[in-house]
Structures are given as C-alpha cells and as structure tokens.
C-alpha cells in the first residue's frame, strides 16, 4: 500500500521498540524516524511509566541513562533482573563515561553517546536485533509526493526513473523525507546528514545542496516534493 507523503510499511512483522526518554524534541525526532524505518514505537517518558510499559512485550528497549526520576541505570537493572534476553542500548550523555561502562556492565547490548544520529541509532538497533536473532525489519521504501525513496539501494526515483543525485544530496532528501513538515535549521542537517557541525562545514553548504536538489527535482518534472524554505530557521520537505 502507498500512502502520500507516506512509507511502505515492510512487509512482516513490526519490532516493537519502547523508547524510555524525556527529551520530549529528541523523541519526537525518533518516534518518526524509527516508524518510517518500520519498527513500531512506544515511548516512556520516566522510569516510572517504563515500568509499567515492561507490562506489555516489547522487541528492544532504547534507554536514556538521565531521566527525571530516577536513574537509568536503576531502571536497567531491575530490567535485568526480570528478563536477561531483552536487547537494551543505552544511551548517555557526553562525558557520562562511567554509566555507559556500569550499562554494559548491567548487561546493556550496545550504548549510545548523546548527541547522536537517527541513522545511527537505527543501524545500532538493527545490528543488536540480529545479534539477538530477532527479526529486523527491511529498509523502506519512501513514497514521498512523486518521487521513491529506495532506502536500501539509495536511489530516487520519479515516474520510474532515476533521479542523478551525489550521495550527500540523497542523504539530505532522504532525512528530509523521513519527517516531512518538519523544519530542520541548517545547523541540525549539518549535524544529520553531514555528520558535522558549523565549526566544520559553513551552513552555506546545506543552501547550494537544497538549491541543486530543487533543480534536480524540476527537471525530473517533480512539483511535490518540495523542499521549502522557513525563513530564520532552516528548511522542511513539503508533501
Ligand atoms: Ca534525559
């Protein structure tokens, strides 16, 4: 089935993902990234509500080691003591070194370090997936307004045909069309999609990228998407 603006939901099973964290931005950003990339996402926003969510089964926890009541790593270990195969990545913030080492000591399967990528957190949580001999899910196929999104052979395609974009011009329309209406300042796709940040790479970087990918877009005869530009913040994929 394809949905505007939307994903082809991969074919099989959902792995169910409960997303313990408080950074209501930071989940917002996950929720949508991991469901496009086909897992099913629950969210707890303290240890307390984690707990309650251990009720109902999950596939892979991803937890955030600093939540507002309570410590992580407490929440971890009484994890632990009531399912040891549970796959759990942790994540902590810079310089909390000493937690992701007592994490993976409590038995965490990979760790995470604030800030992160979405790509790589759902790279790390396919990996401990398969690790743990549960099923990933395929990488998804984007249909976004006229073009298709290949997320697994990164190709674009529109009315069949291929799209000529360099690698770092897919990425960046690949992560605008994970989260269509959302505007992104040129300082986060800096941060995404180059993997750098504005003591790196000048933000003007991320304009002549959106200008080529427009002019790419029009002379494949694309109209929708587009890639629109939020006057002081940054840009949105517009469906
Ligand atoms: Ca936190």
Known sequence: MA???????????????MLIEDD????????????????????????????????HPCDLVVLDLGLPDGD??????????????????????????????????LGADDYLVKPFFLRELVARIRAVLRRAGREAPSPAVIHVGGIVIDTGAHVIRAAGEAIELTPREYTLLEFLATTPGRVYSREQLLSHVWESSVEWQAPATVDEHVYRIRRKLTSAGVNMPKITTVRGFGYRLDT
């Open 3 to 17: 949905l505007t603006g939307g994903s082809v939901p991969p074919t099989g099973r959902r792995p169910k993902i």
């Open 24 to 55: 209501a931005d930071l989940v917002a950003m996950c929720d949508a990234y991991l469901t496009r990339a086909g897992f099913l996402v629950r969210v707890a926003a303290d240890s307390r509500s984690a707990l309650a969510g251990f009720q």
């Open 72 to 105: 992580g790593l407490d929440l971890l270990r009484s994890l632990r003591q009531g399912d040891d195969t549970l796959p759990v990545i942790v994540v902590t913030g810079r310089g909390e070194e000493a937690d992701r080492v007592v994490g993976l000591e």
